[in-house]
Nanobody
Framework: QVQLVESGGGLVQPGGSLRLSCAAS????????MGWYRQAPGKQREMVAR???????TYADSVSGRFTISRDTAKNTMYLQLNSLRPEDTAVYYC??????????WGQGTQVTVSS
């Protein structure tokens, strides 16, 4: 089992920044890829950014150049730096861990609201 706990969400004005954190615990050695997803009201959950165990990262086109994903393996923590935030970035952001053998693990989500 893997447990994922997000933190760092909140209310920010357009153009502002936030940093989300995802602390992982449990059998984290089974995780191959970690990522951030988001879900806005009335919309499907979408991938925002992912990072492999080798540090290779990918981004959704809508956030490329504004968001940065990273991980601190010593702390078993993944981060998402959100810069130049826009109202359309408002969503619940979820931490995800993918295991080739055991499937997906999800955190409880953290709300990000971009509004003036």
């Amino acid at each position: 089992q893997v447990q994922l706990v997000e933190s760092g969400g909140g209310l920010v004005q357009p153009g502002g920044s936030l940093r989300l954190s995802c602390a992982a615990s449990g059998s984290i050695e089974i995780i191959n890829v970690m990522g951030w997803y988001r879900q806005a009201p009335g919309k499907q959950r979408e991938m925002v950014a992912r990072i492999t165990t080798k540090g290779i990262s990918t981004y959704a086109d809508s956030v490329s150049g504004r968001f940065t994903i990273s991980r601190d393996t010593a702390k078993n923590t993944m981060y998402l730096q959100l810069n130049s935030l826009r109202p359309e970035d408002t969503a619940v952001y979820y931490c995800n861990g993918q295991s080739g053998l055991f499937g997906n693990y999800w955190g409880q989500g953290t709300q990000v609201t971009v509004s003036s």
